[in-house]
């Protein structure tokens, strides 16, 4: 569903990296330790073992599976959230979408690396630009409240609308207080409407 008027450009203005962030990125991407450097972990379950046997051969799926067992701490695994950094930033490194959405939720909470909004962000618009919905939703909230970017109605509304499409109940909420407070230059109720019915349904 699409109602709201479209921004000139959306994707290149709301996927745009700023050009330090991007180079802190590559700086910490390059110096993690390599597969070969890096070392196994022998307190694992043979279950978990065999997903990381896949993570070192390079599998971004695994990698992903890898940090996510390690954010959760469970079936055995102790919690770690600095190797969850470090497998969530090798799966990221291959786009994987949900990776890089997690890694800005570590950035963003300061988990296993010191909190940063700016890197968070940029993890954030990596997965967006992937259709990731959660992540859409983050930079809308940013966009809406002007925390760690620009205040921009028209730039929330396009990830609200798409975080919406893909089932997030609070973004199509957002655009419907969006819509009936005029954030976009005119009040529409009807739009409101439409988008707190959605909301309501889900």
């Known amino acids: 569903l699409s109602v709201t008027d479209a921004l000139k450009n959306f994707d290149s203005i709301a996927y745009k990296q700023e050009a330090d962030i991007s180079s802190e ?7 993690a ?21 896949q993570a ?10 890898l940090a996510a067992i390690y954010t959760a701490g469970q079936g055995g695994v102790e919690q770690n ?29 300061g988990l296993g690396t010191e909190r940063n909004l700016a890197r968070a ?12 919905a959660e992540a859409q939703y983050n930079l809308g909230i940013s966009h809406i409240e002007g ?16 975080a919406a499409n893909s089932g997030i109940i609070e973004a199509a909420y957002n655009l419907g207080l969006i819509y009936e407070n005029g954030l976009l230059g005119n009040v529409k109720l009807e739009e409101a409407m439409l988008w707190y019915n959605i909301a309501a349904k889900q």
């Open 25 to 31: 990125i590559e700086t910490v991407l390059s110096e």
């Open 56 to 65: 070192f051969l390079g599998n971004a799926n695994a990698q992903h599976d």
């Open 121 to 132: 962000l940029y993890w954030y618009r990596e997965a967006a630009k992937r259709g990731h």
């Open 147 to 162: 925390i760690g970017a620009d205040y921009n109605p028209s730039i929330a509304a396009g990830f609200f609308e798409n």
């Open 81 to 109: 959230f600095d190797k969850a950094n470090y497998w969530f930033l090798k799966a990221s490194e291959k786009n994987i979408a949900n990776a890089q959405y997690n890694l800005g939720v570590l950035n963003h909470q």
């Open 33 to 53: 330790p390599s597969l070969k450097q890096f070392q196994a972990d022998a307190s694992l379950p043979e279950t978990v073992k065999r997903i990381e046997s």
